[in-house]
């Protein structure tokens, strides 16, 4: 998709029409200047401009973040920082590897290595054994100045929370794809046919990457369920799926709000992981990207939108 036809751009030009407000969308749709008479305001990225300075370089940094919500008493899964061997004037003496070969040790379920900063789930390693550590440090070095590895987690569900000024907006399910056996097909072709077509190039790449040859040609038992993919992102296939009124919602917009607060910020999406029947955050992204959201609830995506340019417009 070009970027000058993000669901991002059309809700802002939308929203300008509405309001008599001029728009100029700008590199091919990643700067957007908004004019309301004398008055000016950008949109960047996925940035509408409402948060601190402070705040958004914290949400985009998931180490970070995880230190200030665990000081502030936010239940959160923690991240530790490890800077590029190029950036060896501020490494630690001791150095990364033996750090992170102790936090390989104390998983008894791996970790997981990430680039620091970062979206969509990309370069995303659940590592195992320390031959795959070197891979995935290696691999998410020669792109990235620092990477986080967490403590690897059998997430049970996940919750994207959008949030505008302590309020929850928006709160929906991650559903990741799976299959169910039925005592004939392997696994992978059970997922050429369950998947749609137009899932595929999402789906497709992170069940190939999981999952080695004999397991894809393995025949699933009837009856038994599949996931097709241990991440929860929406780019690699998972599917929103609204939250309504209840408990589940509540705890999770409550948990969203106070991370929120801890970090400072206005309009963000929280993620919100349950592992071992516990809720926790997992990361708190400043920019509020709703593509996936859009195609099912395109009236949803505009209204929240809407809401944080009166907030900038205010």
Not at 7 to 31: P, R, S
Not at 74 to 81: I, Q
Not at 165 to 182: E, F, Q
Request: proline share 5%; hydrophobic share 45%; glycine share 6%.
């Amino acid at each position: 998709m070009l970027n000058s036809q993000r669901i991002f751009v059309q809700a802002i030009k939308t929203y300008c029409t509405e309001h008599g407000l001029a728009v100029d969308v700008c590199a091919d749709g990643w700067l957007i200047v908004m004019r309301d008479g004398a008055r000016r305001k950008l949109a960047f990225a996925y940035d509408l401009g409402l948060n601190s300075a402070v705040a958004h370089r914290i949400a985009n940094d998931k180490s970070a973040t995880s230190d200030v919500l665990a000081l502030s008493g936010v239940a959160c899964v923690p991240h530790t920082l490890f800077l590029n061997p190029e950036l060896n004037a501020f490494v630690p003496p001791r150095g990364s590897w033996e750090a992170m070969l102790d936090l390989l040790q104390q998983s008894p379920g791996g970790i997981v290595v990430k680039p620091n900063e970062g979206t969509s789930g990309k370069s995303v390693f659940w590592v195992t054994s320390r031959p795959a550590l070197e891979l995935a440090v290696k691999r998410i070095f020669s792109t990235h100045t620092a990477l986080a590895v967490s403590p690897y987690l059998d997430i049970e569900d996940e919750v994207r929370v959008v949030m505008l000024d302590g309020k929850p907006l928006v709160v929906y399910a991650k559903d990741r794809p799976a299959v169910t056996g039925d005592g004939r097909r392997s696994l992978l072709a059970l997922a050429l046919e369950s998947v749609p077509a137009a899932r595929r190039s999402s789906v497709l790449p992170g069940l190939f990457a999981d999952f080695d040859r004999a397991a894809l040609d393995a025949i699933v038992p009837a009856g038994e369920r599949r996931l097709l993919n241990w991440r929860h992102n929406l780019e690699s296939g998972a599917e929103p799926a609204l939250l309504q009124e209840g408990g589940t919602r509540d705890a999770c917009a409550a948990l969203a709000a106070d991370a929120a607060e801890a970090i400072g910020i206005r309009f963000a999406s929280v993620d919100v992981v349950r592992a071992n029947g516990a809720w926790q955050v997992l990361e708190v992204n400043s920019g509020v990207m709703m593509e996936a959201l859009s195609s099912k609830h395109p009236e949803l995506v505009q209204a929240t939108y809407s809401a944080a340019l009166r907030e900038v417009f205010a």
